[in-house]
């Protein structure tokens, strides 16, 4: 079992509606990131929690530590959303990153 | 501020063959990190350095290999290529910043192994 699980794997939605993606681990972390990849590859941090919640624009990341679950909601969905948005966590004692599989998210106009 | 970047962007090699990679991190950080993330999948962890020293590794073969230059600046190095080796390569950099550790991550190198 990976350790950092995401899901949906693959998600579509139409513009303007919510988005959800969950994200569970199995380890005890330090902080927890969400990032965003588009095709070509490129990675952008989009948040780094490690309690409560965090808002962006129309982005909002929540993390339950006692769960060990983290969500990443986005509103008012645009096409220009459209990539994999990824789970990755710190440990609690390491240096490294340890990542979710993604979600790949197609937003239709 | 440039940000982390990456050379080559694409980079394509034959089997047997050795390659390396090389990274630039963002202005006043100090710790360089290597993922290769294969296609449809999420990144997997090469290896860390810091002060020019590999600091932490994943579960990579010894054919991976890096460097830490003392400008910060960092190469992959990977020997005797493989198929299996195709991959997206990302280097990300970062800076202890009260016990957490912010990664910046670069465009990556795309690197196809025929």
């Known amino acids: 079992k990976n350790e950092v699980e995401q899901s949906p794997q693959n998600l579509t939605a139409q513009e303007g509606e919510f988005i959800t993606i969950n994200c569970s681990y199995s380890?005890?972390?330090?902080?927890l990131h969400w990032l965003q990849q588009h095709p070509g590859g490129g990675i952008v941090s989009l948040f780094m929690l490690s309690s409560g919640k965090k808002k962006h624009g129309r982005l909002i990341a929540t993390i339950n530590i006692q769960e060990k679950h983290s969500s990443l909601h986005i509103t008012a969905s645009h096409p220009r959303d459209s990539a994999v948005y990824i789970c990755?966590?710190?440990?609690?004692?390491?240096?490294?990153?340890?990542f979710g599989g993604g979600t790949r998210v197609l937003v239709k106009p | 501020d440039a940000g982390v970047t990456q050379s080559p962007t694409h980079l394509i090699k034959t089997r047997g063959q050795q390659v390396t990679l090389r990274c630039s991190p963002k202005?006043?950080?100090?710790?360089v990190s290597w993922y290769q993330q294969a296609l449809g999948q999420g990144p997997q962890f090469i290896f860390q350095?810091?002060?020019?020293?590999?600091?932490q590794r994943g579960n990579f073969p010894d054919r991976f290999s890096g460097h830490q230059f003392p400008n910060y600046s960092s190469e992959l190095n990977v020997n005797a290529l493989l198929l299996g080796d195709s991959a997206l390569y990302l280097c990300?950099?970062?800076?202890?910043?009260?016990?957490?550790?912010?990664?910046?991550f670069g465009p990556g190198t795309r690197l196809l192994v025929l």
């Open positions: 202005s006043g950080h100090d710790t």
């Open positions: 990300a950099s970062s800076l202890v910043d009260r016990g957490r550790e912010t990664q910046y």
């Open positions: 350095y810091y002060e020019e020293e590999e600091r």
């Open positions: 380890v005890g972390i330090s902080a």
């Open positions: 990755a966590v710190f440990k609690a004692a390491g240096n490294k990153l340890t």
